[in-house]
């Protein structure tokens, strides 16, 4: 059987982010590099503020460390937005080669992963990830606009208004290092639900964890960390459940994105957050200045996502799902 555990030789060089007023008054608030008091950035429309929160995020990760679009080799970028506009829009001024990417709320780990390959294999010095989601523009996109005021069923999650850039580069640049990889594979269990994305991305999300156990001959209380991005609170359940049934009890080390963001009473976000801006503002104001500092030592992230679109579940087709995994270790 073919090894499917990519080694990789890379580090976070930088990351920064930008999120929206309802992240920035949730838990993780004061750890967020930038906030945007109503969610405009500045312009007219909503896609558009997408597209300038990119460009503050990676904007935000290149001058901590005095670097400039020159320093970057290629940049992986995406969001939700239709034929990924956010991010074409937001980064075409940058004058760096660039891989427009979909992979729903996993974008950002699957940036993070091409990223960090051809770092590892010396393609170029240094890569840049960056993804993004904005509650407005999903909405007006998947459901309907927020202004017609629909309900929205205990399942749903809210789709989190930020955005994260990465740049990666060799293993001695960073603190943290990007030390392997299992791309996802596309899976359908048939879930139809449009309003329940944990139900339908956890079985791609268990499939990549129970293959990284037995490849790596690991288990989780290996690791310090293992965090998910975005089941929320639904998909956080069914997935220590799905996991116990393979025999690996996933313990209290494990937490996901969706539920870190948001305060699910006070917010009122019914099952947590989710987006391509969530996982990836997480994990870059929260996980790795933890990694940095040396509270975590070992981290798994498998970044989810819901490879659907309103025409395909209008049509009466179920959602498939992936699961894309890292795993970080702070030196």
């Given at each position: ?15 920064g ?23 405009r ?18 904007n ?35 004058n ?18 091409l990223?960090s390959?051809?770092t ?5 010095e ?60 596309v ?141 970080f270790?702070?030196?």
């Amino acid at each position: 059987m073919a090894k499917e555990i990519i080694k990789l030789d890379a580090s976070f060089v930088s990351y920064g982010n930008a999120v929206g007023k309802k992240e920035y008054e949730g838990p993780l608030g004061a750890l967020f590099d930038i906030h945007d008091t109503d969610d405009r950035f500045g312009k007219d429309t909503w896609e558009s503020a997408e597209s300038e929160m990119q460009r503050v995020a990676f904007n935000m990760a290149l001058n901590k460390k005095g670097l400039c679009f020159e320093d970057i080799g290629a940049l992986f970028a995406g969001d939700l937005l239709n034929q990924c506009v956010g991010s074409a829009y937001g980064l075409c001024g940058c004058n760096i080669p660039y891989f427009g990417l979909y992979g729903a709320c996993s974008t950002c780990g699957e940036g993070i992963m091409l990223a960090s390959i051809l770092t590892t294999h010396k393609v170029f010095e240094r890569c840049a990830a960056v993804t993004s989601s904005h509650n407005c523009s999903a909405e007006r996109q998947y459901r309907t606009p927020i202004e017609y005021g629909s309900q929205r069923a205990p399942t749903s999650q809210w789709t989190v208004t930020g955005s994260g850039a990465f740049i990666i580069g060799d293993s001695d640049a960073g603190k943290v290092k990007i030390s392997a990889a299992m791309p996802g594979k596309v899976i359908d269990k048939g879930v139809n639900d449009a309003n329940n994305m944990g139900a339908a991305m956890t079985p791609a999300v268990c499939d990549t964890l129970v293959r990284y156990f037995k490849e790596s001959n690991t288990r989780p209380e290996n690791y310090d960390l293992i965090i998910t991005g975005d089941l929320g609170y639904e998909g956080h359940g069914i997935l220590k459940e799905f996991m116990s049934i393979e025999g690996y009890d996933l313990g209290d080390n494990y937490t996901d994105c969706g539920i870190l963001i948001f305060d699910k009473e006070r917010q009122d976000t019914h099952s947590g957050g989710s987006g391509c801006g969530c996982s990836a503002s997480v994990i870059s104001a929260y996980v790795l200045p933890e990694m940095e500092k040396g509270r975590i030592k070992r981290t798994i992230f498998v970044a989810s996502g819901a490879m659907m679109s309103p025409d395909m579940i209008k049509q009466g087709e179920s959602i498939p799902a992936i699961g894309h995994l890292l795993v970080f270790e702070s030196t």
